[in-house]
């Protein structure tokens, strides 16, 4: 059965890091009950849910993907690049070195989860804010060991690559073209988002059907009239906090 590792909103999100969007006042109740159906959508789709201990000094800390790669020979724990996130990743250790072999990332690179987009045997590395030259030379190195190859991604005017794209099919990217300087992804087909919806490249595929927020809704039906299955979410309170569905949890499969 597939895992998925959770955290809490803690309470000082409305603290978090952010690199483009603009600081809004965040509800961290509203982001809570949000979060909450969001793990409920995880469990309807399958998934079993395993919440990390709570860090409430990390305003960021709901966002685990930043914090770890997981792939099924071996977990890679990073080293975000925002200084403030780098304690969350000692309890991310913990959870995931009962289930896979770790490696981890040092100083001086900087990676974070939300930069890397895994396809089969590829892994395509957002050139980003977060995540240096050093963190993917790293990453490069370690993956290489069991056949992966890294791929670096030029990306503009966003925090991470899978702000740009996201896979959702096993041929299929849902892609922001404005927000990629490289476009490496080979013969791979591709829906755009709609033209004025540009943060809607964010989708988290679950068992064949793809979490999706729901204010988004001519991209999303691009995604149906493609024969994507879809099941809403409303993240509003996370998406404040540059945050997006893929963000919040890390897949184990």
Known sequence: MLTCFTRDVGPALGDCEL????????????????HAAYEDALRALGAHV???????????????EDTALVLPEVAVILRPGAPSRRPETKSVAKALGAFRELRTVRSPGTIDGGDVLRVKMKLFVGRSSRTNADGIDQLSTVVAEFGYQVFPVGIRE???????????????????????LDFPFGDMEMIDVDPDEPAAANALMINGTAIYPDNFPATAERMRRSGVRLAAVDVSEIQKAEGGVTCCCIPLW
Do not use: M, Y
């Open 50 to 64: 395993e919440r990390l201990s709570p860090a409430p000094r990390a305003p960021d800390g709901v966002f685990v």
């Open 19 to 34: 690199t483009h969007a603009p600081r809004q006042s965040v509800d961290v109740e509203k982001a809570r009950t949000q």
């Open 158 to 180: 966003c925090l991470h690559l899978k702000s740009a794209v996201t896979q959702i099919g096993p041929n299929l990217l849902l892609v922001n073209r404005d927000w990629l």
